[in-house]
């Protein structure tokens, strides 16, 4: 699963530009919105905090996570109902897709959603052709280098002792990367542990994994991953999970 921790670093020197912070902004405070309703206070409500400390991680103004937190609570009477959706399909070469969307008009963001497979070659399928293939986990991500290169130096050990006597399933290590797996129910308890030893992760959240990856040819899996970025640069889009397994030669050619 190392390509999806290389895949997220991929994105986030891409959206390094103004107008794509602009748009992440936008989808961050949209998820912040949503998480707010199961409560306000960060400290109580989990997906309200790993919301929160996405949008810090990539110097999301206060006032707007407030804002946004706010908006979800209720407290701003204006503010616009945003749907939660999730749309299932298949892209080129039988690869099983899962889009999650947070909208406030459901006709804009499915006609957005098709146009994107079907200019790939793709199609949409009904609930539930695709999401048996997956299972909810949770995951919680250590880059060892930072973005010059440079060791970060974290113990892959200390994490692995850490996060199994917290309750994770299960704990990856490369020359990269550090990479957790929970159980949905566990990702609390485990990131706070992780966290009460010192040991901040870059990232933390719920994903969708694959049961099984499907192993395609580097010029195929290039086609693949062309609509799913061309999914996550929608606007009502806040994540795409599939079934392409990215193997590092796939991975030089996305860079």
Known sequence: MSGHSKWSTIKRKKGANDAARGKLFTKLAREIQVAAREGADPSANIRLRLAV?????????KDNIERAIRRGAGLDK?????????????????????????????????????????????????????????????????????????????????????????GADD???SDDAIEVYTARTDLAQVSQALEEAGLKPDQS???????????LSPEESVTVMNLIEALEELDD???????????????????
């Not at 994107?116 to 280098?145: C, D, H, M």
């Not at 959240?205 to 192993?215: A, D, G």
Request: hydrophobic share 40%.
């Open 78 to 166: 204006d503010a616009a109902e945003i749907e939660e959706v999730t749309y299932e399909g298949y892209g080129p070469h039988g690869v099983a897709i899962l889009v999650e969307c947070l909208t406030d008009n459901r006709n804009r963001t499915i006609s957005e959603v098709r146009r994107a497979f079907t200019r790939a070659g793709g199609s949409l399928g009904e609930p539930g052709s695709v999401a048996w293939q997956f299972t909810s986990k949770g995951y919680i991500l250590f880059n060892r280098q930072d973005e010059e290169g440079n060791d970060r130096g974290i113990d892959p050990d200390e994490v692995f002792m850490v996060a199994l006597e917290a």
């Open 237 to 255: 889009v806040s994540k795409v999970h599939h079934n392409l397994e990215l193997t590092d030669e796939v991975i030089a050619q996305l860079a």
């Open 53 to 61: 400390e996405r949008a810090r991680a990539v110097n999301m103004p």
């Open 205 to 215: 959240e719920l994903i969708m994994q694959p049961n099984v990856t499907l192993s």
């Open 171 to 173: 704990v990856e290590i």
